[in-house]
């Protein structure tokens, strides 16, 4: 028997609906029936939805034997149960009069047909052919050889992290996201989201990735392309969202591991139902030492690795907790709230950083006005504080030049509205957000301690947005949406004030091409990204380079769009896309001046970029419980416009990248192994420094014992190769190889 999710919507209205269409109401009738997959073995954990007259009912989950029981109304109106699980394409099937037993078989579903949440901001999952949206499931971030999850995503096609570096390693402030050429500074021009809250650094855009406990993960949706007319500023290149597991029954999973580099790692996922209250906890602590990072070879005039060069390490600490509350009129809500705290070390003894931040979230949702209505505020406090030092040119010693404390305070509210027909769904919406952060500086000369400055400002942001979905048949899909934002900022210690507004429409297409597996789409957009309050008030230095801020930034512009064509028969799955895209006011790091001790940059507005490339993806499904999965990204992205840089390429932005998943599942046994290939990119904006071709390949292992433990090994850069990840002008290089063995469990 299964736990039953009373997610209604309008369950009392659609059930009084019913009865007056059909006239007297007949007794209701119990349904049963068990979902399969091709081989004909049971589905756990299926989500199987009931609809009547196109409004959902109820929603239920699968037991371990794959079956489901619920107690149906009258079925001789429109009634049908569509049934969705991880790996699998959507099924739908009509409940006939008088029907008891169902047999739902899945078929696997192509990766573009995954469902999703991101591209319609609601929880309730469905495939949007219009989109370019790649879902990453548990059962591969689990079972892949990446220990954190922007290693495993260097697997989407086009997606980069600011000098490849790792979450382990990287100084949180250069860990933003490449999308599509989108590149340049660290404040990344995609928005992460966790449950549909801001996972992003308020103060400066780049991202916390272990903010969410590994084993709370249940998926991870991309949305590659402008998201800006449903997400706002923030999502001009994209969307990841991490969407953590809901349990519907009493579940339990744990992680411990242990590897080289000092690495250690316990993550902690428990939650469930009593009655009509759900909750959920998660916890996780990691630590790894790391490795020193400075080449032991230098370009020529660069002193190479010396006795002032320590290791690149990180210790983290997570939680995170909700509670839900489903009302038996279809009405829910729900609290959420994490804390998480890491403290690093940046490759010098001087050189370190610590954050500490604490974020919560409410949300209550129901039917209003015949459509499904919510509403969630969020809002959190961080403090980031960091040392750096400047190290002599042999790299024999160092002196401490900056202390820096950065508090933020972050509030938002957002509200939406969406209403489905029988072929036409409307969503309307409205958010706001409101930041307050500080950059509180002491420098250093001598040893000495100079005047303390206070920095900083706050931004306003507020939008409405707007979603119309035409199913025009069961070929044809369009979709208009738009985004209007109004932005505003000011300084605190300066008379910077700043208003300026954006309108930012998409129109999308889909049409599937008869019976023959072909389908074809096609998107134009446009979106908006203002400045943070990182890159208007706080200077930052690395290695030898110091960049200044620029209170006189203006927001960027992107104008876009993208054309692709989709192949789905048998085992065999294709997508191509291409895209072009162009962003007026692009936001990057002027270089003024270069010494033998010094590059001095400012942040700035170097008129426009152009971008412009082709994303290939495959998978295939073969015999013995095989499949292989091939991307790939070929990427031209330049300076253009009136500027100094105009030919330039975008620093940060490969050439291309090539990614190979190869997997194997039967019975108890899992084995996969991801090749990733990066192009050449520069470091600079005056393409000075080269970082050179990467490729990396990882394995993973493992024997599930009773079908609830899990033990496994996995190795990291397997071949010990050396590549680069910075250039300041220092050579940095990236993560060794690195092994770890572990358990994981599963209940149930």
């Known amino acids: ?61 699968t037991a371990g034997d794959g079956r489901f029981q619920f107690t149906a109304p009258d079925t001789s109106g429109a009634a049908r149960v569509l049934v969705t699980a991880a790996g699998f394409a959507q099924a739908v099937q009509a409940v006939a009069p008088g029907t008891q037993e169902l047999r739902v078989t899945l ?26 949206i790649t879902v990453i499931p548990a059962s591969e971030l689990l079972t892949s050889g990446a220990a954190t999850l922007d290693d495993a995503l260097k697997q989407v096609p086009g997606f980069t992290l600011f000098r490849r570096t790792s979450s382990r390693t990287a100084n949180p402030t250069s860990q933003g996201i490449t999308l599509r050429g989108l590149g340049g500074t660290a404040a990344s021009r995609s928005l992460v989201l966790a ?74 996922f428990g939650g469930g139902r009593i009655r009509s209250w759900t909750y959920t906890a998660a916890g996780e ?71 500490d931040a604490r974020q919560g979230a409410a949300e209550i949702a129901g039917g209003a006005a015949g459509g499904l209505l919510s509403v969630r505020i969020f809002g959190g406090t961080q403090s980031y504080d960091q040392l750096t030092s400047a190290v002599s040119a042999d790299r024999s010693s160092e002196a401490l030049n900056r202390v820096q404390r950065v508090p933020t305070k972050a509030v938002g509210l957002a509200g939406q509205w969406i209403r489905p027909w029988a072929r036409i769904s409307l969503l309307l ?71 300026l507004g954006s309108f930012n429409p998409r129109a999308s297409v889909a049409y599937r091409v008869a019976n023959t597996g072909l389908s074809l789409r096609g998107s134009v957009y446009q979106g908006f990204r203002a400045p943070t309050l990182n890159e208007l008030h706080r200077g930052f230095r690395v290695g030898s380079t110091d960049t200044r801020p620029n209170e006189a930034l203006l927001p960027e512009r992107l104008s876009g769009g993208e054309g692709g064509i989709l192949f789905a028969r048998g085992r065999t799955s294709s997508r191509v896309t291409g895209f072009w895209n162009v962003l007026d006011d692009t936001i990057t790091n002027i270089t003024l001046s270069i010494t033998p001790q010094l590059i001095t940059k400012q942040r700035a507005n170097a008129d426009k970029v152009r971008a412009t490339g082709v994303e290939f993806e495959s998978e295939v499904r073969l015999p013995a419980s095989l499949s292989v999965a091939f991307s790939s990204a070929i990427v031209n992205s330049h300076f253009k416009g009136n500027t100094s840089l105009r030919g330039n390429r975008v620093p940060q932005v490969p050439t291309y990248n090539v990614g190979l998943n190869v997997r194997y599942n039967h019975a108890a046994w899992t084995g996969s192994g991801q090749l990733r290939v990066t192009g050449r990119q520069f470091e600079d904006d005056l393409n000075l420094f080269t970082l050179r071709r990467a490729a990396v390949l990882d394995l993973f292992g493992s024997r599930r014992f ?43």
Not at 1 to 21: E, N, V, Y
Not at 431 to 442: H, P, Q, V, Y
């Open 107 to 132: 078929q696997p579903a192509p990766f573009f047909e995954a469902v999703n949440v991101t591209s319609s901001r609601t929880d309730v999952p469905r495939a949007d052919p219009t989109v370019t």
């Open 429 to 499: 919406g409205a958010e706001t957000r409101f930041i307050n952060g500080s950059t509180i500086e002491t420098p250093y000369a001598a040893g000495r301690a100079l005047a303390t400055t206070d920095t900083g400002g706050t931004q306003r942001v507020g939008s409405a947005f707007a979603e119309s979905t035409f199913t025009m048949s069961d070929r044809l899909t369009m979709v208009f949406s738009a985004h209007a934002d109004g932005w505003h900022s000011e300084s605190k210690s300066t008379t910077y004030n700043k208003t």
């Open 706 to 748: 009773a079908g609830k433990v899990g033990a496994f090994v996995a190795v990291e850069n397997v071949f010990d190769k050396q590549y680069d990840v910075g250039r300041t002008p220092i050579l940095t290089t990236g993560l060794p190889r690195a092994a770890r063995a572990g358990v994981q469990l599963w209940l149930p």
């Open 1 to 61: 028997m299964t736990h039953h999710i009373s997610r209604t919507w309008l369950s009392a209205i659609a059930l009084t609906l019913l009865a007056a269409g059909v006239g007297q109401a007949q007794s209701p009738a119990t349904v049963t029936g068990t979902v399969l997959d091709p081989l004909g073995a049971p589905v756990p954990d299926a989500t199987v939805r009931l609809e009547v007259a196109g409004t959902t009912i109820a929603e239920y989950q």
């Open 285 to 355: 602590w990691f630590t790894m030492d790391g490795y020193i990072p400075v080449a032991t070879q230098q370009d020529p005039g660069i002193a190479p690795r010396g006795p002032v060069d320590s290791k690149v390490g990180s210790t983290h600490r997570s939680a995170l907790a909700s509670i839900g509350y489903q009302a038996g009129n279809g009405w829910r809500f729900e609290a959420r709230a994490n804390v998480f705290g890491e403290d690093r070390k940046n490759g010098t003894p001087a050189s370190t950083n610590d954050t």
């Open 195 to 268: 449950d549909g809250v801001p996972l992003n650094d308020a103060f400066g855009g780049w991202v916390y990735w272990d903010k969410v406990p590994q084993v709370a993960i249940d998926r991870v949706e991309v949305q590659r392309g402008s998201g800006s007319d449903l997400y706002g500023a923030d999502a001009v290149g994209g969307v990841v969202q991490i969407l953590t597991v809901r349990p519907s029954r009493r579940t339990v999973r744990a992680l411990v591991e242990g590897g080289s580099l000092g690495t250690g790692r316990v993550s902690l």
